[in-house]
Nanobody, 124 residues
């Protein structure tokens, strides 16, 4: 069992930056993947960024070059650094963690452990 809790959302103007944080606890020895999803109103949930237990990362095309996923040395805190934000980045952002490789959550649709979500709003 893993527990996931996000923080750090807010409102920013286009071109600005935000950093999201996520505290992950539980089942640390079997945790294989942590990542961020987002969902905007009336849109499907989108996998934004992922980091595997080996440190490998992958990003959605829509955020490549603007967002960076990272974790602290203890691997219990996950971050999403968001730069050059655009209005289309407006969404509820969810932190996720799982005990399978990231591809199972990003591509195969398996359900990870979810946080409660944090709202990011980018105004033009």
């Amino acid at each position: 069992q893993m527990q996931v809790a996000e923080s750090g959302g807010g409102s920013v103007q286009a071109g600005g930056s935000l950093r999201l944080s996520c505290a992950v606890s539980g089942a640390t020895t079997i945790r294989k993947c942590m990542g961020w999803f987002r969902q905007a109103p009336e849109k499907e949930r989108e996998g934004v960024a992922f980091i595997g237990s080996d440190g490998s990362t992958r990003y959605a095309d829509s955020v490549k070059g603007r967002f960076t996923i990272s974790q602290d040395n203890g691997k219990n805190t996950l971050y999403l650094h968001m730069n050059s934000l655009k209005p289309e980045d407006t969404a509820m952002y969810y932190c996720a963690a799982g005990d399978l490789p990231c591809v199972y959550y990003s591509d195969y649709g398996l359900e990870p452990y979810w946080g409660q979500g944090t709202q990011v709003t980018v105004s033009s």
